[in-house]
């Protein structure tokens, strides 16, 4: 069946640090791709897409790359701010369902 | 400002009681579901609905019911049956690749 996977948290990191989140995916077919990211005390917010293979999607500083050779998606920024902290959730659209990942909490350090 | 708006932000009920959790967006979306998250578990699908006076199960419907009367209006009951009850509950609405969530409503059954 389809599903996502990522990485399990809390990541921490220092103001400023390199960020990569995993992501991984099993679907049939070609799936869209999504970052959300869940601020606290917010609902989900979409924060960057991919419709197909070798797409990249960017916002905020943020990126990720829809891999098929490797069915992943993963979320990297080159220097994370204390306003990133948030919970990080992939996903994916296949057959007029979206299904998520379990979320990554990422706390940032100043 | 367009939006979707959950209430109440807090519930409390007994168990053995029925509740029913509101949902109401002026996107204008056709689309609208709802989902249960538990922390670790990520987001699950509880129901979701394509087009007035139709849904569909998601995966994890048993205990919860729905209706679609209006666009507008996707309210979700959780009933006494639902064995697991104490959640936060997410509302979300989309058209296209988007998807617009509410900003949820905690609900403790003790």
């Known amino acids: 069946g389809n599903s996502v996977t990522q990485m399990e948290g809390p990541v921490t990191l220092s103001e400023e640090a390199f960020l990569t989140i995993n992501c991984t995916y099993t679907?049939?077919?070609?799936?869209?791709l999504f970052w959300y990211v869940q601020y606290p005390g917010e609902g989900l917010q979409l924060l960057l897409k991919?419709?197909?293979?070798?797409d990249k999607g960017s916002n905020k500083g943020f990126e990720a790359t829809y891999r098929k050779e490797t069915t992943s998606f993963h979320l990297e920024k080159g220097s994370v701010q204390v306003s990133d902290s948030a919970v990080y959730f992939c996903a994916l659209d296949r057959d007029d369902k979206i299904i998520f990942g379990k979320g990554t909490r990422l706390h940032i350090l100043p | 400002d367009g939006g979707i708006t959950q209430s109440p932000k807090y519930l409390f009920r007994k168990e053995g009681q029925n509740v029913t959790l509101s949902c109401e967006q002026n996107l204008n979306h056709d689309a609208m579901y709802w989902y249960r998250q538990d922390p670790g578990q990520g987001l699950r699908l509880i129901y979701y609905?394509?087009?007035?006076?139709?849904?569909q199960k998601g995966d994890i419907a048993e205990g919860y019911s729905v209706s679609r009367e209006k666009k507008e209006s996707f309210p979700l009951t959780v009933t006494s049956a639902q064995k697991n009850p104490t959640a936060f509950y997410l509302c979300?609405?989309?058209?296209?690749?988007?998807?617009?969530f509410g900003n949820g409503t905690r609900l403790t059954v003790t």
């Open positions: 979300a609405s989309s058209i296209g690749w988007s998807l617009h």
């Open positions: 609905s394509q087009i007035v006076n139709d849904f």
């Open positions: 679907a049939t077919g070609y799936p869209s």
């Open positions: 991919a419709t197909k293979a070798d």
